[in-house]
C-alpha cells in the first residue's frame, strides 16, 4: 500500500483518481497514459477535435467541461460524465448558461475551459468571444443548470485560472492579457475580485524567458494546488521556431499569501510534444495542460492536456516528486 505523501496538500482525498504507475525505463517527473489519446476528436458526432477539458470529482465519480470545436469549426464548450476519469460521455450538445444579461450571454464564440469548486458552486471560467477574447464566468451546482456572470475583464485576454479558495478574503485568478489573433507574446498576471465580478488588484506574475521553450509566451494552465511548500502551478510555455510554435509544460511554486510571487520556477520543461498525437493534428507541436485532480493522501496527480489542438491526453506524476524537481531545477 502506498505511503502518505511527506508534503501536505490541502483538499479531500481522491481514492479513485485514475492511475498508472511509473513505467520503469521512464527517467522523467511526469509520464503519460498508456491510453492516449483517451478523448479521440471525434468521441460525439458534431465534433472535428476535443481537447483543452477541465475535469472535476463529482459525487464519487467526474464531470467535466470539454472543448468541442465542431465541424463547421465553431469552438464550444460541452460537459461530459465519467466513472473512471478516463471513459467520458460528452453531450453532443454545448452548455447553454443562464444569465440575467442577453449581451453577455450571447457570446460568439467559448474555449479551453477550467473547472473549480468553490464553496458550493463548481465554477467554469473560458475564453468568451466578446469583441475579441475576454475571461467568461459561470457556475453550475450540478453540472445540470449552468449560470453565467459578468465577464471578467476586458478583451483581450485568455487563460482565466481560478484559485480554489479566497486569498486574502478576495477570489483569486490568473490570466494571460493577450491581443484578438495568434499572441505572440503573453504573460501571466494575478487578479483578485470581492465579488467574482468586480476585478482589480492585479500583479504581475510570470514572463517569458528568451531562448528558452518559453521565450514566445506563457499561461496558467490547471488549478492552482496548495501545499505547504506554496502553491503549486503547471503552466504552458511557448517558444516560437522555424516550424511555428511548440506549446510545453512546466511548473511553478507561488507563495501561498502573494502568489505573484514566484518561489521557484523550472528551468526544463516537464513535457514537450513528442508522441504522434501531439505532433500530429490540427495544430502540431502542442501539449496544452488544462486540469489536474489530486489525491491529497498520496500524493498522485493526473493532468488532463490537449494534444496537437485536436485529443485530450493525460499524464501523471507525484506532488512531492514534482515539488522536490521544480526546487532542484528551478531558475
Not at 48 to 60: D, L, M, Q, T
Not at 183 to 195: N, Q
Not at 199 to 213: D, E, I, S
Not at 229 to 234: F, K, P, Q, S, V
Amino acid at each position: 500500500m502506498e505511503t502518505n505523501s511527506k508534503i501536505k496538500i490541502v483538499g479531500d482525498p481522491l481514492p479513485n483518481i485514475p492511475w498508472e504507475d511509473c513505467p520503469k525505463n521512464c527517467k522523467d517527473v511526469i509520464w503519460r497514459s498508456d491510453k492516449n489519446p483517451i478523448i479521440p476528436r471525434d468521441l460525439i458526432p458534431s465534433s472535428n477535435s476535443i481537447f483543452n477539458s477541465a475535469i472535476v470529482p463529482y459525487k464519487g465519480t467526474f464531470a467535466g467541461v470539454f472543448r468541442a470545436d465542431t465541424k463547421s469549426r465553431k469552438m464550444q464548450i460541452h460537459r461530459g460524465f465519467s466513472e473512471d476519469g478516463i471513459s467520458w460521455n460528452i453531450d453532443n450538445e454545448p452548455i447553454t448558461f443562464i444569465c440575467e444579461d442577453e449581451e453577455i450571454n450571447n457570446f460568439i464564440y467559448g474555449y479551453d475551459p477550467r473547472v473549480v469548486k468553490l464553496d458550493d458552486k463548481y465554477y467554469i471560467t473560458w475564453c468568451n468571444g466578446y469583441h475579441g477574447p475576454t475571461i467568461g464566468v459561470g457556475y453550475t451546482y450540478d453540472f445540470e443548470t449552468f449560470y453565467q456572470l459578468e465577464n471578467a475583464f476586458l478583451p483581450f485576454n485568455r487563460n482565466g485560472v481560478l484559485f480554489p479558495c479566497k486569498i486574502n478574503n478576495k477570489y483569486a485568478m490568473l490570466s494571460r492579457p493577450s491581443d484578438n489573433g495568434h499572441t505572440p507574446f503573453g504573460d501571466i498576471f494575478y487578479s483578485a475580485s470581492p465579488d467574482m465580478v468586480h476585478w482589480g488588484y492585479h500583479r504581475h506574475v510570470m514572463t517569458t524567458l528568451p531562448f528558452t521553450w518559453q521565450s514566445t509566451k506563457v499561461g496558467a494552465g490547471p488549478i492552482p494546488i496548495e501545499t505547504d511548500e506554496g502553491w503549486l502551478m503547471i503552466y504552458h510555455g511557448v517558444l516560437t521556431s522555424c516550424n511555428g510554435y511548440t506549446y510545453s509544460m512546466g511548473a511553478a511554486i507561488l507563495d501561498l499569501e502573494k502568489p505573484w510571487k514566484i518561489l521557484y520556477r523550472t528551468e526544463p520543461y516537464l513535457m514537450s510534444p513528442q508522441t504522434l498525437y501531439e505532433c500530429v493534428g490540427d495544430t502540431p507541436n502542442v501539449v496544452f495542460p488544462c486540469s489536474a485532480l489530486v489525491d491529497s493522501d498520496t500524493g498522485r496527480i493526473a493532468i488532463y492536456y490537449g494534444a496537437a489542438d485536436t485529443v485530450t491526453a493525460l499524464a501523471y506524476a507525484k506532488v512531492e516528486d514534482l515539488i522536490d524537481f521544480i526546487k532542484k531545477n528551478s531558475l
